[in-house]
C-alpha cells in the first residue's frame, strides 16, 4: 500500500444487503464515501473541520465496477487514494477486497470540486495553499 493510500475495513450488515443476501449496488457508494472521509481525515484534515473553513467537496461523478458479490456478514478492506488532483477537482479510487481471502470484489472512482458556501469554485493554491500542497502530494506519491 502506498503511504498516500489508506485501508479502510468494514463488516457487512444485513441491511446493506438485498433478498439475494448480496450488497444492494446502491451502498459501494456509501462504502465509497465511508473510505474517502477516512482518507481525507487521515492524509489531510478532518472533513467537519474542512467545512468550518468554508470548503464543500461535492460528488461531481461515480463510477462503479462489481466483479464479485459481497454479502452480509463478510468483512471487507477498500483501498482509497487520490488519483487526480488540479486545484479545483480531484479524483479518487477505490478497490474493494474480501478481508480474508483478497479477492477483488469492486473497483470505482469518483470525482469532486472544491466549492465555498456560495457554491462558487475555490482555488485551493490561492485560498488554502497549506492545503493545496498536501493535497498535491497525495497524487505525486502515486505510483
Known amino acids: ?3 498516500s493510500s489508506v485501508q479502510y475495513s468494514r463488516k457487512i450488515n444485513y441491511y446493506e444487503t438485498d433478498q439475494m ?3 444492494h449496488h446502491s ?3 456509501r ?3 465511508e473510505a474517502r472521509l477516512m482518507l481525507l481525515d487521515e492524509k489531510l484534515m ?3 473541520k474542512m467545512e468550518e473553513l468554508g470548503i464543500i467537496i461535492p460528488v461531481t461523478f461515480v463510477e462503479c465496477k462489481y466483479l464479485v458479490p459481497v454479502h452480509y456478514g463478510d468483512e471487507i478492506v477498500i483501498d482509497t487514494c487520490m488519483t487526480k488532483f488540479d486545484g479545483i477537482k480531484m479524483e479518487v479510487s477505490y478497490r474493494i477486497y ?3 481471502s483478497e479477492v477483488l470484489c469492486t473497483t470505482g472512482k469518483s470525482g469532486h470540486c472544491f466549492l465555498d458556501a456560495e ?6 493554491k490561492r485560498r488554502f495553499p497549506e492545503l493545496y ?3 498535491k502530494g497525495l497524487v505525486e506519491n502515486i505510483e
Not at 119 to 124: A, E, H, Y
Open 46 to 48: 478532518d472533513y467537519a
Open 98 to 100: 474480501q478481508k480474508d
Open 119 to 124: 457554491m462558487k469554485p475555490i482555488r485551493m
Open 133 to 135: 500542497e498536501k493535497l
Open 21 to 23: 443476501g448480496i450488497v
Open 1 to 3: 500500500m502506498k503511504d
Open 31 to 33: 462504502f465509497f464515501e
Open 27 to 29: 451502498n459501494y457508494i
